[in-house]
């Protein structure tokens, strides 16, 4: 079912946590709500779910406002973080509890809990008591007991939050083939780009209490709408520079200025790891030195100190590392190959003053 | 790193330590209870028994009996009912209430009787006014059941309160998201994740309850066969030389303080097997 808020306030003590949100979830969606702690998304999944209060706004689920309706009549499903069983019962206690209460035959109670214990994998564990179970486990009893009275809509507040890195990337598999199975509308709230960007349909970036961006993984990741979510999900490298005829001078190289920039006019750079080449470069006493080396699996996480500037950091594979030669104290140049620049002046939430196309531009040695 | 007893004494040290600790021990706990045993069984059975049936001793048991009755009752009721406010909510003078709910542990009980005397007594505001309506407060039920509840404050609430703290509120939370009702809520899952701490409360309670003596010395005027306790009628015994019967009646008690140690302790054997946690 469609989910829809609109203009949605919360203060908690006075202090807002959500300013103005509004976004809608199409039918059938899987959605992330992402951003870093304490903006607020957690906030606005429990307003959605009706265990807190909007100050102001509306929640609208399906052609119906809700925002007024208790939270045990929105046919919501909702998994928190830390699992949230109930410790005295059993797991097909736990999974059946939603329709027990609405007083369904405890004959199809049976059946349709053993079902969600078929569905989410945890067959021959009905039994057992969820201090019995592993993370992993405990969380898919959770995510079975929120869809076993056929939820509306499923909303998930850091679901994979409280496992170990390893389950944690199997989880968020399962959950997206889950979600094509059971076909829920459902919304999950994360602080984690890398799961957003995986396994939703749509990401919503919200820092705080504001929503910054919404749109596909893809638009985020190769369209942020301002400097924030550049940084969030890029985690990348960061330079001030200034227009001059046409050109960023970022003080140690020059790049390709984007169309529609004044001259004189201050910006600042982002630019991924993965967009920064490294390459042997002349040994000139202020030339950028490699400072450190360190494997990350896939590829090399290699540290270039300038002089009097803030380290760069480049992701670059394996074997560039060999066929370049390149090792710790060495002499280098460096090249942008993809970056965005956005006004100086606004860099916290305003949008961009103008974002490159995503190209290639190669430095002809006069970089450094 | 664990100091042990090992690193600091010496053999000889430890030895006499360890005889130390099993000589208080023996003397403190072991030996009066043993004692008063040996010196009741001294009587012979058919004395202690008849001192046990005698009119006056079984209406100051069915007494003490109906007193922490009520007293169990009232605490499990109003004490996890105050555990939850002082726990969940947030209201002003809170952390007040929160440390006055501590006051009965600290207070001598004859000063809690004392504050019940004054009260409700016949000069006291409430008592007055009572007495007016014809309701007897001092020197009657009322008032024992009243200094009773006043000395057994704390024990459900100081039980109950870190249980919930600790639980937080997800579950419930989950529930509502379920469908499920306020009652429903209280009863199927805020309950339950008390239900241990509730039960050491109420048997600190029913403890505490049974063996009071200096508050409900005070408003209940001792009046035998009406308003005596079974502590009360220990104390009578002893000062009017009838020893079988002081002896025989503290058997008792004793005996139901022994059962409720060993209630208490196979609750922790059957919590541990079933949660695996220690307790």
């Given at each position: 079912?469609?989910?829809?808020?609109?203009?949605?306030?919360?203060?908690?003590?006075?202090?807002?946590?959500?300013?103005?949100?509004?976004?809608?979830?199409?039918?059938?969606?899987?959605?992330?709500?992402?951003?870093?702690?304490?903006?607020?998304?957690?906030?606005?999944?429990?307003?959605?779910?009706?265990?807190?209060?909007?100050?102001?706004?509306?929640?609208?689920?399906?052609?119906?406002?809700?925002?007024?309706?208790?939270?045990?009549?929105?046919?919501?499903?909702?998994?928190?973080?830390?699992?949230?069983?109930?410790?005295?019962?059993?797991?097909?206690?736990?999974?059946?509890?939603?329709?027990?209460?609405?007083?369904?035959?405890?004959?199809?109670?049976?059946?349709?809990?053993?079902?969600?214990?078929?569905?989410?994998?945890?067959?021959?564990?009905?039994?057992?008591?969820?201090?019995?179970?592993?993370?992993?486990?405990?969380?898919?009893?959770?995510?079975?007991?929120?869809?076993?009275?056929?939820?509306?809509?499923?909303?998930?507040?850091?679901?994979?939050?409280?496992?170990?890195?390893?389950?944690?990337?199997?989880?968020?598999?399962?959950?997206?083939?889950?979600?094509?199975?059971?076909?829920?509308?459902?919304?999950?709230?994360?602080?984690?780009?890398?799961?957003?960007?995986?396994?939703?349909?749509?990401?919503?970036?919200?820092?705080?209490?504001?929503?910054?961006?919404?749109?596909?993984?893809?638009?985020?990741?190769?369209?942020?709408?301002?400097?924030?979510?550049?940084?969030?999900?890029?985690?990348?490298?960061?330079?001030?520079?200034?227009?001059?005829?046409?050109?960023?001078?970022?003080?140690?190289?020059?790049?390709?200025?984007?169309?529609?920039?004044?001259?004189?006019?201050?910006?600042?750079?982002?630019?991924?790891?993965?967009?920064?080449?490294?390459?042997?470069?002349?040994?000139?006493?202020?030339?950028?030195?490699?400072?450190?080396?360190?494997?990350?699996?896939?590829?090399?996480?290699?540290?270039?100190?300038?002089?009097?500037?803030?380290?760069?950091?480049?992701?670059?594979?394996?074997?560039?590392?060999?066929?370049?030669?390149?090792?710790?104290?060495?002499?280098?140049?460096?090249?942008?190959?993809?970056?965005?620049?956005?006004?100086?002046?606004?860099?916290?939430?305003?949008?961009?003053?103008?974002?490159?196309?995503?190209?290639?531009?190669?430095?002809?040695?006069?970089?450094? | 790193?664990?100091?042990?007893?090992?690193?600091?004494?010496?053999?000889?040290?430890?030895?006499?330590?360890?005889?130390?600790?099993?000589?208080?021990?023996?003397?403190?706990?072991?030996?009066?209870?043993?004692?008063?045993?040996?010196?009741?069984?001294?009587?012979?059975?058919?004395?202690?028994?008849?001192?046990?049936?005698?009119?006056?001793?079984?209406?100051?048991?069915?007494?003490?009996?109906?007193?922490?009755?009520?007293?169990?009752?009232?605490n499990a009721?109003?004490g996890t009912?105050?555990?939850?406010?002082?726990?969940?909510?947030?209201?002003?003078?809170?952390?007040?209430?929160?440390?006055?709910?501590?006051?009965?542990?600290?207070?001598?009980?004859?000063?809690?009787?004392?504050?019940?005397?004054?009260?409700?007594?016949?000069?006291?505001?409430?008592?007055?006014?009572?007495?007016?309506?014809?309701?007897?407060?001092?020197?009657?039920?009322?008032?024992?059941?009243?200094?009773?509840?006043?000395?057994?404050?704390?024990f459900v609430v100081?039980e109950v309160?870190?249980?919930?703290?600790?639980?937080?509120?997800?579950?419930?939370?989950?529930?509502?998201?379920?469908?499920?009702?306020?009652?429903?809520?209280?009863?199927?899952?805020?309950?339950?994740?008390?239900?241990?701490?509730l039960?050491?409360g109420v048997?600190?309670t029913?403890?505490?309850?049974?063996?009071?003596?200096?508050?409900?010395?005070?408003?209940?005027?001792?009046?035998?066969?009406?308003?005596?306790?079974?502590?009360?009628?220990?104390?009578?015994?002893?000062?009017?030389?009838?020893?079988?019967?002081?002896?025989?009646?503290?058997?008792?008690?004793?005996?139901?303080?022994?059962?409720?140690?060993?209630?208490?302790?196979?609750?922790?054997?059957?919590?541990?097997?079933?949660?695996?946690?220690?307790?």
């Amino acid at each position: 079912m469609r989910i829809e808020v609109r203009n949605l306030c919360k203060a908690f003590s006075g202090v807002a946590v959500v300013r103005d949100v509004s976004f809608a979830v199409a039918e059938g969606q899987l959605v992330a709500l992402l951003g870093p702690s304490g903006g607020g998304k957690s906030t606005i999944l429990r307003i959605v779910s009706g265990l807190e209060d909007p100050d102001s706004g509306e929640v609208w689920l399906g052609g119906s406002r809700v925002d007024r309706v208790p939270a045990r009549e929105r046919g919501v499903g909702f998994v928190f973080q830390h699992y949230a069983l109930f410790p005295h019962m059993t797991v097909r206690e736990n999974i059946g509890f939603g329709l027990r209460v609405r007083k369904h035959d405890p004959a199809a109670v049976a059946a349709r809990a053993e079902e969600m214990i078929r569905l989410v994998g945890l067959h021959g564990l009905g039994e057992r008591y969820p201090h019995e179970l592993s993370g992993g486990q405990r969380q898919r009893v959770a995510l079975a007991r929120a869809l076993c009275p056929a939820p509306k809509v499923l909303l998930l507040d850091e679901p994979f939050g409280a496992v170990d890195a390893k389950i944690r990337g199997e989880l968020r598999a399962w959950l997206r083939k889950l979600h094509d199975e059971v076909g829920v509308t459902s919304v999950f709230v994360t602080h984690d780009q890398e799961e957003a960007l995986e396994i939703a349909d749509r990401v919503v970036i919200v820092h705080d209490g504001r929503v910054e961006q919404d749109g596909s993984p893809e638009e985020i990741w190769r369209a942020p709408a301002n400097a924030f979510v550049a940084e969030f999900v890029g985690a990348g490298n960061r330079f001030a520079g200034q227009v001059r005829q046409g050109k960023i001078d970022l003080g140690f190289l020059s790049v390709p200025a984007p169309e529609g920039v004044a001259e004189g006019e201050n910006l600042v750079l982002l630019c991924r790891p993965t967009e920064v080449f490294v390459d042997a470069g002349p040994a000139l006493p202020d030339a950028p030195r490699i400072a450190r080396i360190a494997f990350l699996g896939t590829t090399m996480k290699v540290e270039v100190e300038i002089p009097g500037r803030d380290a760069v950091v480049a992701e670059i594979p394996p074997s560039a590392l060999r066929d370049k030669n390149l090792a710790v104290g060495m002499p280098v140049r460096l090249c942008l190959s993809a970056y965005q620049a956005f006004g100086r002046d606004s860099l916290a939430t305003q949008p961009a003053t103008s974002v490159t196309p995503v190209g290639t531009w190669f430095m002809d040695g006069g970089g450094i | 790193m664990i100091v042990t007893a090992r690193d600091i004494l010496g053999r000889r040290g430890r030895a006499a330590a360890a005889s130390a600790t099993y000589l208080y021990f023996l003397v403190v706990l072991a030996l009066p209870i043993g004692w008063l045993f040996l010196e009741a069984f001294g009587f012979g059975p058919g004395t202690l028994l008849a001192k046990i049936g005698s009119p006056e001793a079984l209406h100051a048991f069915r007494l003490t009996g109906l007193v922490t009755a009520i007293a169990v009752v009232v605490n499990a009721v109003f004490g996890t009912a105050l555990a939850i406010v002082l726990v969940r909510h947030r209201f002003p003078g809170r952390a007040l209430a929160n440390a006055l709910v501590d006051v009965p542990f600290a207070v001598s009980a004859v000063v809690a009787g004392l504050m019940m005397v004054l009260l409700y007594g016949p000069d006291g505001v409430l008592g007055a006014f009572l007495d007016s309506s014809g309701v007897r407060v001092l020197f009657a039920l009322p008032g024992i059941v009243l200094a009773t509840l006043f000395v057994t404050f704390p024990f459900v609430v100081r039980e109950v309160a870190p249980v919930l703290r600790q639980a937080g509120t997800e579950a419930e939370e989950a529930a509502r998201t379920l469908g499920a009702r306020p009652m429903t809520i209280l009863f199927r899952i805020t309950l339950p994740t008390i239900r241990w701490a509730l039960g050491y409360g109420v048997l600190l309670t029913a403890a505490r309850s049974l063996g009071e003596f200096g508050a409900v010395l005070l408003v209940s005027g001792n009046i035998l066969g009406r308003t005596q306790t079974a502590p009360l009628y220990v104390y009578q015994a002893y000062t009017d030389f009838d020893l079988a019967a002081a002896y025989a009646v503290s058997i008792v008690l004793i005996a139901v303080a022994l059962a409720m140690v060993v209630v208490l302790e196979i609750w922790k054997l059957r919590r541990r097997r079933i949660e695996r946690v220690r307790v």
